[in-house]
């Protein structure tokens, strides 16, 4: 089956520091890879996306990269902000499937 | 701005009311979705339309009635709902059903905050 497992929150982090929120999937196919967020108190926003094996998909100084060996995809950024406060979503999709398959969401608190 | 437009925003009901969540998409998308948001819960997919037509409906309790009268809006109906349905309900959208091409992607709205008294 299709499934997702993220790292279990609450991330709490200092301005400016280095940011690693892990995901990884289990897929019968080969699936599209996708990051979410979701600001305080507002609807989902994708954040960056990966199709095939290899691809980094970036965003707004984040980035992840498609690990077909690892079967992972794992959200970086180097110097985190105030307004990165959010939870993220990991999530795939793959030809065949009738649902996108979402994380339990983490939830990241950079504090000043 | 997503493009995906969600009204209202909050909503506060009682068990024994009857009102309906509205959702617009401006992407000219051919599927629009209904998903629950609950606490401390993954995202909860409820009912897919694609071309107008329901292709799932992830057994959803009868006290929700989605309705989508066009390719660009969709509607829960709500009716004598539990306070247990208190939750953030997002509507979403894509050009095609998921996996229909590579990398289609979702879009969502910004949510309608709902709460049952």
């Known amino acids: 089956g299709n499934s997702v497992t993220q790292m279990e929150g609450p991330v709490t982090l200092s301005e400016e520091a280095f940011l690693t929120i892990n995901c990884t999937y289990t897929?019968?196919?080969?699936?599209?890879l996708f990051w979410y967020v979701q600001y305080p108190g507002e609807g989902l926003q994708l954040l960056l996306k990966a199709t095939k094996a290899d691809d980094k998909g970036s965003n707004k100084g984040f980035e992840a990269t498609y690990r077909k060996e690892t079967t992972s995809f794992h959200l970086e950024k180097g110097s985190v902000q105030v307004s990165d406060s959010a939870v993220y979503f990991c999530?795939?999709?793959?030809?065949?499937?009738?649902?996108?398959?979402f994380g339990t969401g983490t939830r990241l608190t950079v504090i000043p | 701005e997503t493009g995906v437009t969600q009204t209202p925003r909050h909503l506060v009901m009682g068990m024994t009311n009857k009102k309906s969540l509205k959702c617009e998409q401006h992407l000219g998308h051919n599927a629009m979705y209904w998903y629950k948001q609950s606490a401390k819960k993954p995202l909860e997919l409820m009912f897919v339309y694609s071309l107008e037509e329901r292709v799932e409906n992830n057994s959803v309790p009868s006290r929700f009635s989605p309705e989508c009268p066009n390719s660009s809006h969709l509607f829960l109906h709500l009716h004598t709902l539990q306070p247990e349905d208190s939750a953030l309900y997002l509507c979403?959208?894509?050009?095609?059903?998921w996996g229909a091409g590579v990398g289609n992607t979702i879009y969502f709205g910004e949510g309608s905050w709902l709460t049952v008294v």
């Open positions: 979403a959208s894509s050009q095609d059903l």
């Open positions: 897929a019968t196919g080969y699936p599209s």
């Open positions: 999530a795939l999709t793959q030809t065949g499937a009738n649902n996108l398959f």
